[in-house]
């Protein structure tokens, strides 16, 4: 599992509540993405960050927000859950070397009601 | 576990049997590929990757061809196990310096015994 942890594996949230995830990894990369998960659609990058206080936009970054004050703490926050934002959620990292390879995290099964 | 194996295409083998699992990707850029395995419950795992610049790659019981003429992956696994029933899914990096992946949506391989 290249030492990635997801906190918490399962949560259940009411519209308009704010959310925070988190993804913790022992290895010191710099590389962690937040990716969603949904039916028809595959993994989806929401954000990334590239060092600590470094962060940028994925393709679904609306509604959502993530911060980075350590290197091996990433995490992800919804300001004020919909039920659009009900899904799987998945952290990754980047090993770093010559190739791109990401590993991800167990997830986190988050529902919106 | 989640149902991320809703309206994928399915693919059914014998215990025993060769599987092959075929990707189109899209971007005639991308430099590198990874194909994962993804578990009910469990968060994608990296099965092998390839290069650019190469057309096959071989690892334990799998291998990865890459035709770059018509933008097409695919996996084969030999002698296919019940323990590689799961979702699989390919992963091409389009370049960019930060390293970000687009997923296909997936196939469900379904062994029988």
């Known amino acids: 599992d290249a030492g990635i942890t997801q906190s918490p594996r399962h949560k259940v949230t009411e519209t308009g509540t704010p959310v925070t995830l988190r993804c913790h990894q022992t290895e010191n990369h710099r590389y962690m993405y937040w990716y969603r998960q949904d039916p028809g659609h595959g993994l989806r990058l929401i954000h990334y960050?590239?060092?600590?206080?470094?962060?940028d936009k994925g393709e679904v970054s609306d509604g959502y927000s993530v911060s980075r004050s350590k290197t091996e703490d990433f995490l992800l926050t919804l300001e004020s859950a919909t039920s659009s934002q009900t899904s799987v959620y998945f952290c990754?990292?980047?090993?770093?070397?010559?190739?791109?390879?990401?590993?991800f995290g167990p997830g986190t099964r988050l529902t919106v009601l | 576990g989640e149902s991320v194996g809703l309206h994928l295409p399915t693919l059914s083998v014998q215990e025993g049997d060769n599987s092959i699992i075929n990707c189109a990707y899209s971007n005639s850029a991308s430099d590198y590929f990874i194909w994962y395995k993804q578990e009910s419950g469990k968060g994608p795992q990296f099965i092998i990757d390839i290069r650019s610049n190469m057309d096959k790659r071989q690892g334990q019981r799998v291998t990865v061809l890459l035709n770059k003429t018509v933008k097409h992956l695919s996996l084969q696994i030999a002698a296919t196990q019940p323990g590689d029933s799961a979702v699989y899914f390919c992963?091409?990096?389009?370049?960019?310096?930060?390293?970000?992946?687009?997923f296909g949506k997936g196939t469900l391989l379904t062994v029988n015994p």
């Open positions: 960050s590239y060092g600590v206080k470094d962060t």
């Open positions: 992963a091409e990096n389009p370049g960019g310096s930060n390293y970000k992946l687009t």
């Open positions: 990754a990292i980047r090993t770093g070397g010559t190739d791109n390879e990401q590993f």
